[in-house]
């Protein structure tokens, strides 16, 4: 055990501040100290170990070479002595391995001295001055540049009524030690222990040190290493959700995240075998695997994972996709879902597996799989952490996506605004070297916003001064006033019907800066500014009187018509649906970019082609008959305005909304058409996801209210049968509101109840589970139904929502003395029971009650009654006695009284059964509300006190 003696180290600041402290030792784990113990080596301040010893030479052997390694380390070192070694054989025994002993002692660096000098002070073990004693004794070390302070105190001399101070006393220690520069090893008399005294002192230190068959062990304290694991595995968590949130901020695409986070778990949980599978849609319901670390891909190849609901879909993968929950086949080896692939786990070592389904938007989208060599490696513990670690592999991939998206989405806009930009360019080039001048007017205060370079050429002024001069300076005073009434007439009616925007042709005098006059050919388009709601006028201006007209008459006739065409082909590009021009014989004209992009179309195929070569299908994929098309049914003269289709083409299926005009020449001859194309793919995955909504919440609903309905009622209670029966309504009928539910109250009593809610849906399903699990709680606390109606009427009033129309409910409710047959009930506005006396006599059991959840001050009466053998109660709700024939006639009380009347020897079973049967068979064989029947009767095997006796 010798040790080769350190040189001194520098003191730094925080060592020579006698207030020094440390809030943990890992704050220290970098800075460890030379224990001078073989089995125990190197270990942090705060430290706090013992030793079980027989002899002498047990403590020679282990706290000599410990104090050695203390003195050489510049500790200040602390030995309180007892039987069997005295200081002064302390000091003889340490004297031979650090021979300059003596220095140590007269510097202070080293104290010996007995147990009465520092444990047991007048026959008093004080806990809290000995510990305070350490802290001096550290801090006057440290403020002599010591590097902190390293003790033992041996326990011979404690007798057992000293016991229970002393191991208080330990627990203190170990409580406190971890924050200070301290390493302290106490030693105990094995001799002197017994079993409990063992397990104390070992529970209050970090390990024990003992002799096995001649060589010292280690045993480690459960709740020391416990709480290292623990701070291990939370240590691990943390790091793996930091590198998981770094490799999620810094993924270049969501494969390499993937990736990155089956490299983390293989870190940080030392699982060496780690694999990612998304979920297919396809026939077989396949998991192909995208991401992994430390697999044999081969074995990832021939897996062939499904999450149908066959042989291969019961492994813990299939298992945990279908039902959105980890899944752990703890022993793959012996589990026999683990059947299809336990060949290749064995060749490769692995013993278990889990499965982490992966969410994204709330739905599954894969699932993470993780194998370990170990069986039963999985703890709980550790299920909830990769759990929680699958959540955020969903939110990042989640993120990622996002991500994505949101790129693509600004690089698209990206290129939209430099392709506005682009175009805006172009038309200003366009506008400023054409020879006719393009202005837009504002109609109602008959100013110009803006007027093209070319107003220069036309008439002298230039743009600035142009824009800045009234009309009636600008022109002739007729031509001012007549075109003042001709804006004021085309703005109310475009303002009258939007979709008139046709243009105009207008011919007007205007002054030139040198006053001469020319006769100007102006072609107008009337519309509304989208921005500020003013009518506007685009106009585009020419001279018409140069002398040489007649000469070029023709050429300008082609330049206003390729000057139209240029202006009609703006417009219709403009516009954000696809608009598509054609002639009488289907024949493309022109198309709008729009258009073909919907169409999938290239912008070089188009003009030419036939609308004919597309076909056209419903929503639903049938066919539309070529002579319905609406192209034809335009060159027929008949206006289509947003018609669904979907349309097919070689390019591709789009589903659009159609309108179409034909197109006229001034005599009306029709000479085409136009079709307007606007894409419908979102407005028809709302609609979808709607319709889906609706679905879902519907079988939710139904899903509940099945759930409330009690499965199972026993037919016998004491003395009493029971019979129940449940019918729901149509299976196109939304989900309603009638419940039951028969239940045990102690003390010889059942609990009965029925009841309707208004409304339908998931709201009604919700309430009705507020409503029953609410009567059943205080029919616990109260023997009286009233008073339990009661209490249930105020929680559901305090829960009501006024919006909702599953806001009220009937409700009847009694309890049953099933020892003495006397019945106690309350109504809150339900159907009256009827009452089958076994002499023939049929009566209600009336009593009154508003519905539940109307007001919250409503009281309730409570009726009583004493049944003899074979009476008999029957419950119904409104879905029995509104049975309907035709439109008027309902089964009401009377047909129940009359089925009743002619069955008095069924049994409750059989009654509620023929009841149900009744009125569907009176409404004509489907009932057209939920329908419940509850049916109790005593029976006449047994007296009262044979009940009693029992």
Excluded at 242 to 267: F, G, Q
Excluded at 376 to 387: K, N, R, V
Excluded at 391 to 418: F, M
Aim: proline fraction near 3%.
């Amino acid at each position: 055990m010798a040790h080769d003696r350190p040189t001194s180290d520098t003191i730094d600041d925080s060592k020579k501040n006698p207030s020094a402290r440390f809030a943990s030792k890992t704050d220290d784990e970098a800075e460890l100290r030379k224990t001078g113990i073989e089995i125990v080596g190197d270990v942090p301040w705060g430290t706090h170990f013992c030793q079980f010893y027989e002899t002498r030479q047990d403590l020679v052997e282990m706290l000599v070479p410990y104090f050695a390694a203390g003195l050489w380390a510049n500790e200040f070192c602390m030995w309180v002595t007892s039987e069997p070694l005295d200081v002064d054989e302390a000091a003889e025994a340490l004297r031979k391995y650090v021979p300059d002993l003596d220095d140590y002692l007269r510097s202070g660096q080293m104290e010996i001295l007995p147990y009465d000098q520092w444990y047991k002070i007048d026959g008093v073990i004080d806990g809290q001055r000995i510990m305070n004693g350490w802290i001096n004794k550290l801090n006057s070390a440290l403020a002599k540049g010591l590097e902190g302070l390293r003790l033992s105190g041996n326990t011979f001399w404690l007798e057992q009524d000293n016991w229970s101070d002393f191991r208080a006393y330990e627990e203190a220690v170990n409580t406190t030690i971890g924050a200070y520069r301290m390493i302290a090893a106490c030693t105990y008399s094995i001799d002197k222990c017994g079993a409990g005294e063992v397990a104390d002192v070992v529970s209050n230190h970090e390990y024990a040190l003992m002799k096995r068959d001649g060589k010292w062990i280690r045993v480690e304290s459960s709740s020391f290493k416990q709480a290292e694991l623990a701070l291990q595995q939370l240590n691990r968590t943390l790091k793996a959700h930091i590198d998981s949130s770094r490799a999620m901020m810094h993924a270049k695409d969501e494969t390499s995240y993937l990736n990155e986070v089956c490299k983390i778990v293989v870190k940080y949980w030392g699982h060496k075998m780690v694999w990612i599978g998304y979920v297919q849609n396809d026939e077989g319901k396949s998991v192909v695997p995208v991401a992994d670390s430390g697999f044999d891909h081969n074995y990832l190849q021939s897996l062939n994972i499904t999450w149908a609901d066959t042989t291969r879909g019961q492994g813990p993968c299939g298992v945990a996709i279908r039902t959105g929950k980890p899944d752990v086949c703890r022993n793959l080896l012996e589990d026999p879902r683990f059947e299809p692939w336990r060949e290749a786990a064995k060749v490769r070592g692995y013993s278990s597996s889990i499965a982490l389904p992966l969410f994204v938007d709330g739905k599954v989208i894969g699932v993470m799989s993780i194998n370990s060599r170990a069986p039963y490696a999985f703890t709980d513990g550790e299920i909830e952490l990769l759990s929680n670690l699958s959540e955020d592999l969903g939110y990042g991939v989640s993120a990622i996506r996002l991500r994505e998206e949101r790129a693509r989405t600004a690089k698209e806009r990206e290129l939209l605004l430099e392709s506005l930009a682009q175009s805006e360019r172009h038309y200003k080039f366009l506008t400023g070297n054409m020879l006719d001048v393009v202005w837009i007017l504002d109609a109602e205060s008959s100013c110009l916003r803006y007027i093209s370079q070319s107003v220069e050429r036309l008439c002298g002024y230039t743009v600035e001064e142009a824009l800045r001069l009234p009309l009636q300076q600008l022109m002739r005073s007729e031509t001012t006033e007549s075109l003042k009434t001709i804006i004021e007439q085309r703005a109310q009616t475009l303002l009258a019907n939007a979709s008139d925007q046709g243009y105009y042709t207008d011919y007007m005098h205007l002054i030139c800066r040198d006053r001469s006059v020319i006769i100007m050919e102006a072609v107008t388009r009337y519309y509304v500014n989208e921005l500020t709601g003013a009518v506007e006028v685009l106009g585009v201006s020419r001279d018409v009187t140069q002398r040489r007209r007649a000469e070029y008459a023709a050429q300008e006739a082609r330049e206003e018509s390729q000057c139209r065409a240029a202006q009609l082909e703006s417009f219709i590009s403009s516009i954000y649906d696809g608009v598509v021009l054609f002639d009488g014989d289907f024949n493309i004209l022109m198309a709008n970019e729009a258009f073909n992009k919907l169409i999938g179309i290239h912008s070089d195929k188009v003009v030419g082609a036939k609308l004919t070569e597309w076909g056209i299908f419903t929503l639903d994929g049938d066919p539309v008959a070529v002579e319905d098309y609406p192209s034809r049914r335009v060159l027929q003269g008949v206006e289509t305005n947003s018609e669904r289709y979907k349309i097919v083409s070689a390019w591709g299926e789009v589903a659009v909304s159609i309108s179409g005009s034909p197109v006229r020449d001034g005599r009306g001859k029709i000479l085409g058409g136009t079709l307007s194309l606007h894409d419908i793919a979102d407005q028809l995955e709302y609609e979808r996801r709607r319709e889906e909504i609706y679905k879902r919440e519907h079988h939710i609903a139904d899903m509940l209210q099945q759930a409330l309905i009690p499965p199972h009622v026993p037919a016998k209670i004491g003395n009493f049968s029971i019979g129940v029966r449940y019918q729901p309504a149509l299976r196109e009928a939304e989900v309603g509101g009638d419940f039951y539910d028969v239940f045990d109250l102690g003390n010889n009593k059942i609990g009965v109840l029925i009841g309707d809610v208004a409304g339908k849906g998931l709201a009604a399903a919700i309430r009705v589970a507020a409503a029953r699990y609410a009567i059943r709680s205080y029919a616990v606390i109260e023997s009286s139904p009233a008073r339990v109606l009661n209490r249930a009427n105020q929680a559901l009033c305090m829960d009501m929502d006024m919006d909702n129309e599953a806001g009220m409910l009937t409700a009847f409710f009694a309890v049953i003395d099933t020892a003495t047959g006397e019945i106690h009930y309350a109504s809150a506005g339900h159907e009256p029971p009827l009452l089958c006396h076994s002499t023939g006599e049929i009566e209600e059991l009336p009593v009154g009650g508003l519905p539940l959840g109307v007001w919250d001050m409503s009281e309730y009466d409570q009726g009583e009654v004493q049944l003899s053998e074979n009476d008999t109660i029957v419950l119904v709700t409104d879905g029995i006695t509104e049975a309907r024939a035709g439109i008027d006639r309902f089964f009401e009380k009377k047909g129940m009284i009359q089925f009743l009347e002619s069955s008095k020897t069924l049994s409750p079973d059989e009654t509620a059964s023929g009841l149900l049967e009744a009125a569907i068979s009176h409404s004509g064989g489907e009932l057209q509300d939920d329908a419940a029947v509850v049916v109790v009767c005593l029976d006449a095997c047994r007296n009262v006190e044979s009940i009693n006796h029992k």
